[in-house]
Nanobody
Framework: LVQLVESGGDSVQAGGSLTLSCVAS????????MAWWRQVPGREREAVATIFTSGSRTDVVPSVKGRFTISRDNAKNTLYLQMNDLKPEDTATYYCAAANPDYCYSRRTDHYNDWGQGTQVTVTN
């Protein structure tokens, strides 16, 4: 069991950048595959980026490819999402989540045992 706290959400103009952070406590982050998810009210939660335990491999959805980068610093027990060239359609609540390594890169919410409380990203024209 790991506790996750996101930060870094804000309101920005289209084309801007944000970096989200997710600090873990209660366990070592290196034990988990991690992911950033996002959700818009009335829509299903979407996994946008995933990263292997060591950070050696990442995966992002096509809609954010080339704009979002997921990374981790296991020594700091912290996960990051660098978001560049933000678009209004990126507006959502962003969540970090931890999964057993058996479910690395999964896009099923039930494969993730631990979730943060979310941080709001709003992108305006």
């Amino acid at each position: 069991l790991v506790q996750l706290v996101e930060s870094g959400g804000d309101s920005v103009q289209a084309g801007g950048s944000l970096t989200l952070s997710c600090v873990a406590s209660g366990d070592r982050l290196v034990r988990y595959c991690m992911a950033w998810w996002r959700q818009v009210p009335g829509r299903e939660r979407e996994a946008v980026a995933t990263i292997f335990t060591s950070g050696s491999r990442t995966d992002v959805v096509p809609s954010v490819k080339g704009r979002f980068t997921i990374s981790r610093d296991n020594a700091k027990n912290t996960l990051y999402l660098q978001m560049n060239d933000l678009k209004p359609e990126d507006t959502a609540t962003y969540y970090c989540a931890a999964a057993n390594p058996d479910y690395c890169y999964s896009r099923r919410t039930d494969h993730y045992n631990d979730w943060g409380q979310g941080t709001q990203v709003t992108v305006t024209n």
